[in-house]
């Protein structure tokens, strides 16, 4: 495999990955999550779950990722010895698919966001206005041009396409966003959603624990990419040297304050406005902020940053989306990259543009189904790395440095005996509210 594409340097490798991380998931789905459990007792649990269960878990898919030194098929095929192997990264496969397809129609509401925040189109009725573009026509129309731009990047490989995009965009990202955390602070009526967001309230979390975890495990592995192969196939194009307990500690550390960052300016600035931010769940975060923004002087600009923002963390995720199955059609099937780009973005224009249409859909596609396909493909990993590889998956973890070897142990008990037992526990809330 001495032509396949790799990451110039592991410093590329951890913007890309981060890139890839931070996404809606952190800007738009956690600081409603967030705001709709209860602020600080959600914040909490959270960030135990990150430490807990999605940094082994984020581990076990880099560890199945350098090792098999291949995309998910024909990787898990090898690591496992047996057909089921290709089934589950073919299933990957599927499931990077699935959610690219909601993912890139929610993509294209920000591209609009973005080109019509500076004149302020939706400044009037925000309610109005989102529910006039969010399903139907236009929303096919910016959903093309969002995976045109996916696309273009993929097309250009891991090291010219990827790696050089993630390392402009993802300090963007971080760059823009702090200066909106800092502007947010100067805002009068903020103070009240810093306490929300911030104060811990012993009694909430000790009166909704149980309805507080599964929300905040699904966000904790949604926000790190878990269980789609799609950190599997970033980490293939790694080398020995890279450390890999290293680079998920820097690369969940980072994916976590890129979203309590984000929550720092949405929280306190609906809060502001005497918006509640619980109410009405994903598409409300659009309308509440356009009502903020509305009534905030230099709304426009601070609008357009937000957008523009938003939309580049939106890029990045996209295009480790589409990287999975673009390298399976390269790697397994030998299709030249920039025409298995092309194929498969024609598939996702046509299944993204049924879900723009029909919004039903897209909330069971965007909620449950992708829940429940990445909580089934974690499990099968967990699974992998904790059962069946074992000694491989300890030297995996160890090369590159000495560094985290006290950490290996536990990492391995984690994951194989913790992470299953927690992620079928997720799973089986998923399919209790699916058969509720
Ligand atoms: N982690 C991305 C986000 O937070 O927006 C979403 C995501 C990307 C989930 C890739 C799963 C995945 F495989």
């Known amino acids: 495999m001495s032509d396949r594409d790799s990451w110039i340097s592991n410093l590329g490798f951890v913007l890309a990955a981060v890139g890839g991380a931070a996404g809606l998931g952190n800007i738009w789905r956690f600081p409603w999550l967030t705001a709709g459990n209860g602020g600080s007792a959600f914040l909490i649990v959270y960030l135990l779950v990150v430490v807990g269960i999605g940094v082994p878990g984020l581990l076990a898919e880099f560890v199945l990722g350098r090792c098999g030194r291949q995309t998910p098929t024909a990787a898990l095929r090898s690591l496992t010895g047996s057909r089921w192997g290709s089934w589950l990264g073919a299933f990957n496969v599927l499931t990077t698919l699935v959610i690219l397809s909601f993912y890139s129609v929610v993509g294209g509401w920000i591209l609009r966001y973005t080109l019509v925040s500076p004149v302020g189109t939706y400044f009037g009725q925000p309610q109005q206005y989102f529910g006039a573009m969010s399903f139907g026509l236009e929303a096919v129309a910016f959903h093309l041009l969002f995976l045109g ?36 602070a100067t805002q009068p009526g903020t103070a009240a959603g810093y306490a929300f ?23 904790a592995l949604f926000t790190l990419s878990l269980g789609a192969g799609v950190m599997l196939t970033y980490a293939s194009y790694l080398d ?25 300016v949405v929280i306190p600035l609906l809060f502001s406005q ?24 230099g709304g426009e600009l601070v609008a357009t940053a937000f957008f523009v923002t938003v939309l580049m963390a939106a890029v990045t995720s996209g295009i480790s989306l589409l990287e999975t199955p673009v390298a399976t059609l390269v790697d397994s099937f030998g299709v030249p990259r920039r025409r298995a780009t092309v194929l498969v973005s024609v ?32 499990f099968a ?30 990492w391995l008990l984690t994951v194989s005996w913790v992470l299953p037992v927690v992620v079928l526990f997720l799973l089986t809330n998923t399919l209790a509210s699916l058969a509720g």
């Open 197 to 219: 967001y911030l104060s811990f309230d012993a009694e909430y979390l000790a009166a909704n624990f149980l309805s507080v975890i599964g929300p905040a495990a699904g966000q």
């Open 149 to 184: 731009i996916v696309a273009a990047i993929v097309f250009f490989g891991i090291s010219n396409g990827i790696e050089r995009v993630s390392k402009v965009m993802l300090p963007g990202v971080v760059i823009i966003l702090l200066g909106l955390a800092v502007w947010t």
């Open 240 to 264: 020995d040297n890279a450390s890999l307990p290293r680079d998920t500690l820097v690369i969940a550390v980072s994916n976590t304050f890129i979203g309590v960052l984000a929550g720092l």
């Open 347 to 378: 598939l996702l224009a046509a299944t993204g543009s049924g879900l723009a249409l029909t919004s039903s859909v897209f909330q069971f596609v965007s909620g449950t189904l992708a829940d429940l396909m990445l909580t089934v493909g974690l």
């Open 381 to 410: 990993f967990t699974v992998i790395v904790g059962w069946l590889l074992r000694g491989d998956a300890l030297a995996e973890f160890r090369a590159g440095t000495a560094r985290f070897e006290w950490l290996a142990k536990p």
């Open 274 to 297: 005497g918006v509640d931010p619980g109410q009405g769940g994903p598409g409300a975060l659009f309308v509440a902020l356009a009502t903020a923004f509305a009534t905030l002087p």
